[in-house]
Structure formats: structure tokens, C-alpha cells
């Protein structure tokens, strides 16, 4: 079968990197007073992110940088699956009390999922981000694998087709007036993975362009990991 996670996840990445740049990078107005600068992030979901941008000095571009750097670890941990944040209701606390109530989330949260949403009936289901129980899987498999490649092996078809059972993108229940999110089915998990790196990007772009970033260029390079349906 096509493993179809690998294609969607591909092509969504290189479609956000491309309305990014023409959505921020912009050479009208530019003279010698702006000149180039760049600099690197390492430390959020899990991927290199650059910024390179034209600025009036290197301590406005430090300034910017600095400015989304913290925004990127903002939301880093409001749609991380894996750890929990002092004060922080998250992608993890949503999953944690699936089955037991709804979780009152940012805005940026609920933002994410309606647009993920939005995307599983434009790719027909192919990028569903309710798929956490099949992907947990993976994940887990992998992780033993990795450290111990003698005895690497695929996960049982029937632990994944059972998971899978729970990744009905429509049972996720979302109250955007107050706020809430709450996953009915106690096997259910998200994983946002797909998406949540292109949405963040996105969001601090169009924040730093209101707030005068005049031309800039964002690159996140996005890791293609395990598909989402590879039985």
C-alpha cells in the first residue's frame, strides 16, 4: 500500500516554506542602510528553523531574532505531545484526560486544530491529525529500534489496525467559545506533528511583519518521520 503519510507530510512542508517567503520577503524601499543577517534555532519542534532578514543594524535584527525565538518556544510547548510545562495546558494535556474531560487550551490550540481540520477534508483524509495511536506505535518501535538495531523490528499489523479504530478525526469535540477541547474516546490521541511546525511558522511570520519586519526569509526544515498509513 502507498504509505501516504510520507507524501503529504512532504508536500505540506515545502508549500508553507514557499508562501512564507512570498509572503515576507519584500525588497521595496531597500537601500544601502539595510543590510543582511542570520541566525539559527536548534532548540524547538525538533528541527533547525533560520531566519534570514535585512535590517537597519545587526542589534535590530538581534532584537527580531530574539523576539520570535521566544515565540517559536512558546508554541513549541503549547502543541508539544511528549512533555508537560509548569502551567500549560498543551497538545499532551488534551491527550492525558481523553476520555475523562475537556481541557481548556490557548487560542493558538484551538486555532491549530480547526485548521487541521480544515486540511483533512482538503487531502481527503490524508493528514489527519487524530492519527496519535497509530503514530505512538511507530514512535515507540522506533525509539527501540534505534537503540537496539540487532533486534529491530515492524509492529504487529493487528496493534496497528486497532489503533486506528481511534483516530476519527470528527469525535474530536472543539469549543472555540470557551476555549475547550476534548477527545471523547479515551484511546485517542493527537499528534500534531504534521501540521503544528508549518501553523507556528506561519504565526510568528505575519507577527513580525505587523510588528515592521520589512523582509525576511523563514526556513524551517521539516523531518519526514514514519507515515501515517503504512499497512
Known amino acids: ?12 512542508a515545502v508549500v508553507a ?11 521595496q524601499g531597500m537601500s544601502g542602510k539595510y543590510s543582511k543577517h542570520s541566525d539559527s534555532l536548534f532548540d524547538v519542534f525538533n528541527t533547525l528553523i533560520t531566519v534570514v532578514a535585512y535590517t537597519r543594524s545587526e542589534q535590530e535584527f538581534d532584537s527580531c531574532f530574539a523576539t520570535m525565538r521566544g515565540r517559536f518556544r512558546e508554541l513549541h510547548q503549547l502543541y ?11 497538545v499532551k494535556t488534551i491527550n492525558d484526560n481523553a476520555g475523562v474531560q475537556p481541557v481548556n487550551v490557548d487560542s493558538e490550540i484551538i486555532d491549530l486544530l480547526l485548521c487541521a481540520k480544515d486540511w483533512y477534508r482538503r487531502t481527503g483524509g490524508k493528514t489527519n491529525v487524530a492519527m496519535g495511536a497509530v503514530l505512538r506505535i511507530w514512535h515507540d ?37 470557551n476555549s475547550t477541547v476534548y477527545l471523547p474516546d479515551p484511546k485517542m490521541s493527537l499528534d500534531v506533528g504534521a501540521v503544528a511546525k508549518g501553523f507556528a511558522t506561519e504565526i510568528v511570520a505575519r507577527e ?3 510588528a515592521g519586519l520589512k523582509s525576511a526569509l ?14
Do not use: F, W
Request: include cysteine; charged fraction near 30%.
Open 1 to 12: 500500500m502507498q504509505m501516504k503519510g510520507r507524501t503529504v507530510r512532504h508536500i505540506a
Open 17 to 27: 516554506v514557499i508562501l512564507l517567503a512570498s509572503a515576507l520577503v519584500g525588497c
Open 80 to 90: 508539544d505531545i511528549y512533555n508537560d510545562y509548569q502551567g500549560i495546558n498543551n
Open 141 to 177: 518501535y522506533r525509539e527501540e529500534g534505534q537503540s537496539d538495531p540487532e533486534n529491530a523490528k515492524l509492529p504487529p499489523v493487528e496493534d496497528l489496525r486497532e489503533a486506528e479504530r481511534h483516530t476519527d478525526i470528527d469525535k474530536i469535540i472543539i469549543d472555540a467559545d
Open 208 to 210: 513580525m511583519a505587523e
Open 218 to 231: 523563514i526556513l524551517s526544515l521539516i523531518h519526514i518521520s514514519e507515515p501515517t498509513r503504512p499497512y
